[in-house]
Structures are given as structure tokens and as C-alpha cells.
């Protein structure tokens, strides 16, 4: 089989963090007096840029309120992760090194910050591993194709060769705006039913069954 460029998103696909995100979005804004959202409204905005998703949770605040509110859900989210960090999922890494030890290329692309990836990357010790990332706060935010286009471009990839791989509406709605193959996760954000109307390629119930993807 001929290399790919997979692509991965980050935030439950990659690694066990929506439940962090969802407290620490909730308690910021319990910490301003605002009305509390739901687990299922907080897990639905996983995977945009940070501003698209306050946007979208707080439609009745303005942009100091949401500036507020950015920088609450930031503290918050570094308080949490540095007292209990978020882990991969289990057999990420493992599968992830089987890619990468094959000739496959990958990248990551984020609703992260630059700083938030980053740093998370350091505390596991990835920095390097992937070819590529991209963040919501250095290009267009999902659902716009935007970074998939930039790494496509960057890694010398065509859209026939590539897959973008994720847990959420967002990431297939991109994947399939850029013309590539879609791969869905059934344990993240957003239910499975949800991800089958983009038509993926593969649904996986345990990230490891990504080795056995006949296109590999």
C-alpha cells in the first residue's frame, strides 16, 4: 500500500480529555454567575477554536463577556490538567508508532490553542512525533477546511492520500469539504450516529482498529 497522511484530531480522538474540557467550561461559568450549560451543550462545542465555541454556548454575551469567559475556562483547564493530567486513549500510542514505523505520515489538527497542544505535547513527551499540527488560533476553525488545505500543502499531500480522523461533526464536515477520506471514533464528543451522515470510511470502537483500514 502507498503512504498516507493521516491526520488526527486531538480532544477525543487522541487523547481522554472532553470530560476536563466539560468541567472546566462549566465551573468558568459558574465563576462568572452565568447559567451553567449542559455536559451534552459543552461536549457538542468540542473541536471548534475557543471564540466560535463561546460563541455559540453564550449567544446572549457580548465580546467582554466571552472575554471573560476565555480567560476563566483557560485558568481553569490548566488547573485541572496539572492537578490530574488528561491521558491518550487506551492504544494510541502504540498504534500511532506502528503508522509512524510503517511510512506513514501524520499530523495533528486541533481546536486547540498553540500554547494548549504545545503543552500537552511536552507533558507527554510527543513534541516531534507528528509531522505536522495545526491550531484553531493560527488558521480558520473547524469546520472550515482551512488547516487541512495548509497541512495538505505543507507535507506535500493530495487530498486522494490523505484521512482526517475524529470524534466529532466538525472533523468530518472538514474531511469532507477538503476532499479527503474520513475516519470516525465512537468514544468521543459527539455520538457515532451523528458522524455517520458524512459517510466515513471506517468507524472505530477502539483507536487500534485503525491498523486494520485496508488502505494501509
Excluded at 190 to 213: G, K, N, S, T
Aim: hydrophobic share 40%; glycine share 8%.
Amino acid at each position: 500500500m502507498c503512504a498516507l497522511l493521516l491526520i488526527f484530531d486531538w480532544d477525543g480522538t487522541l487523547s481522554d480529555s472532553t470530560g476536563l474540557i466539560t468541567r472546566a467550561m462549566q465551573q468558568s461559568a459558574e465563576d462568572l454567575g452565568w447559567p451553567i450549560p449542559e455536559a451534552a451543550a459543552v461536549q457538542n462545542i468540542i473541536g471548534l477554536g475557543l471564540p466560535e465555541a463561546l460563541h455559540l454556548l453564550f449567544p446572549d454575551q457580548n465580546d467582554d463577556g466571552h472575554g471573560k469567559l476565555r480567560d476563566r475556562y483557560r485558568a481553569n483547564y490548566l488547573r485541572a490538567d496539572q492537578a490530574q493530567p488528561s491521558t491518550l486513549f487506551p492504544g494510541v500510542l502504540e498504534t500511532l508508532t506502528c503508522l509512524r514505523d510503517a511510512g506513514h505520515q501524520m499530523a495533528v489538527a486541533t481546536g486547540k490553542s498553540r500554547v494548549g497542544l504545545d503543552r500537552v505535547l511536552d507533558t507527554m513527551g510527543l513534541q516531534g512525533f507528528f509531522h505536522a499540527t495545526r491550531c484553531a488560533d493560527e488558521t480558520a476553525s473547524k469546520p472550515h477546511p482551512l488547516m487541512l488545505h495548509q497541512l495538505l500543502e505543507e507535507l506535500g499531500a493530495e487530498p486522494s492520500s490523505a484521512a482526517m480522523v475524529g470524534d466529532t461533526e466538525y472533523d468530518m464536515d472538514m474531511g469532507r469539504r477538503a476532499g479527503m477520506d474520513r475516519i470516525a471514533v465512537s468514544y468521543g464528543a459527539h455520538a457515532i450516529d451523528r458522524l455517520h451522515a458524512y459517510e466515513p470510511a471506517l468507524c472505530l470502537d477502539q483507536f487500534d482498529e485503525l491498523l486494520r483500514w485496508n488502505r494501509l
